[in-house]
């Protein structure tokens, strides 16, 4: 018999080990204190609820899900700091202490003088584009989220994406810019007609992709020539600013806090959805420089989201607020959220999943239409792909394809399912977990079958929309 050298391993293996050591991506800087359980259900009992459904993600309920990358969007884990935060909350009608430490954080990081807290993202937009758009008005941005196109569309504003050429070709570093030849034509051409251009950071619609500073400067400069401002969507200027640092000339020694400075400097309005890089379940808020157009936002949003100190939040979740912006520019954190993503994309991307290259900052996007290649866009292949991972593994995703966007949303927008990563929350097991359930599917793709809408609203039809297999 022979004996193994003691403690050494034979060589192959430890090959084998370093490579699997090298999948991993930048470690967690924190580590958990609190879990939280969750339902692994068994493939029968996933059939029953996605029938029951109307194979619709978002009717299942959550407590069913094994895995749940419907949105990164307030489903973050909040830090033993934000929950320490919490219980400082001053509850006090009007002038709250919360509200005074929310405002200076948010002026620190971003350098505007105006705070307004709001409930979420879309009350800011809506209070700003009421305020922003004369009817008949156009609104211009790299790509609208479709909040804030609603928002604007509704104060009276024809709402134009013109996102930049490099977002259609293969790989490009910052696929979320805009056009800036399109924008200067369109100001150019309407002077007067144009309300505001609006710059998404990361370009939630485009896949996350990030805006370079240079593109966001540019902008600014076109912006001020036109006497039009600037506003800046900031739901994911962490992530974005993380990219700038990674990828842009001139920012690799920049810390990230500094990066976000340069950007809130190049803006006349922040807006931001807290509920992602404001790692809070809940809130949003205005920054701006306009003391007029503060005050009439001020004025209008008492009768709706509430006395413009606490914008319709409770003090504790300023509280939280406050603390999770600047968490979230932290470098370590942002390192491993990035890496999470991109740990996920690898897996995927390997296995041949097509995506949407490079991954964004906040998740993958699959491209279903070019996975499912037997099923036709009029048979919904994102919505297919969803409903067939969800069936095969209890992974929850979201189509963003020609469910959400309409038949009529142009043939060439792509048949994406979005894998969004909540912040804080998964491990790499079960991100891994998502890929070894694509890996299924890959063996039995001809027996995917597409989808026919059976009942649908007039107006954001993938929330409560209702389908069948064909
Ligand atoms: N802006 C962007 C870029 C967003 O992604 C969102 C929300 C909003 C504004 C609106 O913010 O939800 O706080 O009212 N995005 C979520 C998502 C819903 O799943 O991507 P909100």
């Not at 090959?15 to 609190?34: D, N, Q, S």
């Not at 299942?60 to 990164?72: G, N, R, S, Y």
């Not at 209070?127 to 609104?139: D, T």
Request: aromatic share 6%; hydrophobic share 45%; glycine share 8%.
């Amino acid at each position: 018999m022979v004996v193994a050298e003691k403690g050494v391993a034979p060589m192959p293996r430890r090959e084998a080990v370093l490579e699997r050591l090298g999948a991993f991506g930048p470690p967690e800087p924190y580590r958990i204190k609190m879990v939280e359980p969750v339902h692994r259900s068994t493939r029968a009992e996933r059939e029953a609820q996605l029938a029951q459904a109307g194979y619709n993600l978002f009717r299942i309920p959550a407590e069913q899900v094994w895995i749940d990358l419907l949105t990164d969007s307030g489903t973050g884990a909040m830090s033993s700091g934000q929950w320490a935060a919490l219980m400082q909350g001053d509850e006090s009608y009007a002038g709250a202490r919360s509200f005074y430490r929310f405002e200076a954080t948010v002026r620190e990081v971003f350098g505007l003088p105006h705070v307004i807290p709001t409930h979420q993202g879309r009350a800011a937009e809506h209070l700003l584009f009421g305020e922003l758009v004369r009817p008949g008005q156009k609104a211009l941005a790299n790509t609208f989220f479709d909040t804030t196109r609603a928002n604007a569309e509704q104060a009276g504003a024809q709402a134009i994406d013109l996102p930049s050429p490099m977002a259609s070709e293969q790989v490009a570093p910052f696929k979320g810019d805009v056009d800036l030849d399109r924008v200067a034509a369109v100001l150019r051409s309407s002077p007067g007609e144009v309300a505001a251009v609006v710059l998404t950071v990361t370009n939630n619609a485009a896949g996350g992709q990030p805006v370079s500073l240079a593109n966001i400067r540019e902008t600014r400069d076109l912006c001020q020539q036109h006497g039009v401002p600037l506003v800046v969507d900031a739901s994911r200027i962490a992530e974005n600013a993380f990219f700038i640092k990674e990828r842009e000339d001139g920012w690799a020694s920049a810390p990230v806090a500094a990066i976000v400075g340069a950007i809130g400097e190049c803006a006349d309005v922040i807006s931001m959805s807290a509920k992602k890089d404001g790692l809070a379940n809940i809130g949003g808020f205005l920054a701006l420089r306009d003391d007029a157009l503060a005050e009439r936002i001020r004025r209008r949003m008492v009768v709706t989201e509430g006395f413009p100190t606490y914008g319709g939040l409770a003090g504790r979740d300023l509280e939280a607020i406050a603390v999770g912006l600047r968490e979230a520019l932290d470098e370590a954190y942002l390192a491993h959220r990035i890496g999470q993503v991109r740990f996920l994309a690898v897996l995927l991307r390997d296995l041949g999943v097509p995506l949407l290259e490079p991954p964004g900052g906040h998740g993958v996007f699959v491209d279903a239409g070019a996975f499912l290649q037997h099923i036709p866009r009029e048979r919904f292949p994102g919505q297919a792909l969803a409903i067939a991972l969800y069936a095969e593994a209890g992974v929850r995703s979201c189509e963003i394809g020609s469910v959400m966007f309409g038949a009529d949303s142009g043939s060439r927008r792509p048949e994406l399912v979005r894998l969004a990563i909540p912040r804080r929350v998964y491990t790499e097991a079960q991100l891994a977990l998502v890929a070894r359930a694509f890996a299924s599917l890959q063996e039995k793709l001809a027996s995917v079958r597409g989808v026919v809408i059976v009942e649908q609203p007039p107006v954001l039809r993938h929330f409560t929309a209702r389908f069948a297999p064909v």
